[in-house]
């Protein structure tokens, strides 16, 4: 079997062409423009990028973007008492604070500031617990487009075994929550789960995102499983810098029936979900009808 390719490239173009259009409607009908407060701290190159895509994706939609850059030796106060700011601004609909924060900063206290209906990251401990006890929540950004692309795949998730690798608060657990959510029948494995491979292959939806490259491999795939792969890894190969994901490309796809690549797969849908999530917290901001397919 040759793995049908998720394309998760055109799947995220479509998420924003959609949320772009819902933006334009909603300036037309109401004269309200969605907003997004990013707010990084320091200058670590790899956040840089990120924040610089995160503004130009935004202002792409329509939506207004409004970008806070912090010296690396802000203190705590400051960078509260800004957040109290965007938690008061009614032009502000989402606020994210890039992380990691430099060290001296404490990222639960910060994350927690946010007020929760701004929380278009859906880290704050409110959203987290909303999330875990199937209630309306902000959704995390990376679990919330796989969820999206594996419901586009599938239509139904309902009565699958999907098995998720990895345990982190970001990826992991909100993923196993969403699929909990959609009735799948859920395991999650880790670091200290026994025979991984046979966990593993009793997945029709095996999500991995472990962080270690190429690691899961295609003998750990049930034939004809959908294999979802969240890593991103830079690694050096035949002389040059490639990016990989957790999974093992070439032996997965010749086993799976369906595959996400690296790149052009989950990584793309992040910052669409970041703007499908303003989106959300705009119109919940203002009692407005959540746009559909664009949430969890
Ligand atoms: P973390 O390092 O926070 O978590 C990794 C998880 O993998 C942990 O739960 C760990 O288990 C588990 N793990 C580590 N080694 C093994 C092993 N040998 N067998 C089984 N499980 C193992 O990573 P994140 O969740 O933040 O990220 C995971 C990957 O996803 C990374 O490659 C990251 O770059 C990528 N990522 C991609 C995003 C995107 O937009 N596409 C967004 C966010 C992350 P334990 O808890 O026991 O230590």
Do not use: W
Not at 196 to 211: F, H, M, P, T
């Amino acid at each position: 079997m040759t793995a049908k390719v998720i394309d998760g490239k055109a799947f995220a173009a479509k998420v924003r062409a959609e949320v772009a259009t819902h933006v334009a409607r909603l300036k037309d009908e109401t004269g309200i423009q969605p907003g997004l407060a990013v707010v990084l701290v320091g200058e670590d190159p790899a956040s840089q990028v990120y924040v610089r895509n995160k503004h130009a994706s935004t202002i792409e939609v329509g939506m207004a973007s409004f970008e806070h850059r912090l010296s690396p030796e802000t203190g705590e106060a400051d960078l509260l008492a800004l957040i109290d700011g965007l938690n008061a601004d009614p032009k502000v609909h989402g606020i994210l604070v890039q992380l990691p924060l430099p060290g001296h900063l404490n990222s639960e206290l910060v994350i927690n500031r946010i007020d929760p209906s701004k929380d278009v990251d859906g880290f704050h401990i409110s959203n987290v617990g909303l999330l875990g006890t199937g209630q309306k929540s902000m959704v995390p950004c990376t679990p919330l487009g796989c969820l999206m692309m594996l419901r586009d795949h599938h239509g139904k998730l309902a009565g699958l075994n999907a098995v998720v690798v990895g345990r982190s608060n970001i990826v992991g657990k909100p993923m196993a929550q969403l699929l909990l959510g959609d009735s799948c029948t859920v395991t999650i494995a880790h670091s200290r789960t026994k025979d991984l491979a046979e966990v593993c292959r009793r997945a029709d939806i095996l999500v991995a995102a472990v962080g270690r490259p190429e690691m899961i491999t295609g003998d750990m795939v049930r034939p004809g499983a959908t294999v979802i792969d969240v890593g991103i890894n830079r690694i050096e190969r035949d002389g040059k810098t490639k990016l990989v994901g957790d999974v093992h490309y070439e032996s997965a796809a010749a086993v799976a029936g369906a595959i996400t690549p690296v790149p052009g797969g989950v990584g793309p849908m992040t910052i669409a979900c970041l703007l499908a999530n303003t989106l959300t917290a705009c119109c919940r901001a203002n009692g407005l009808a959540e746009p559909e397919g664009l949430t969890a």
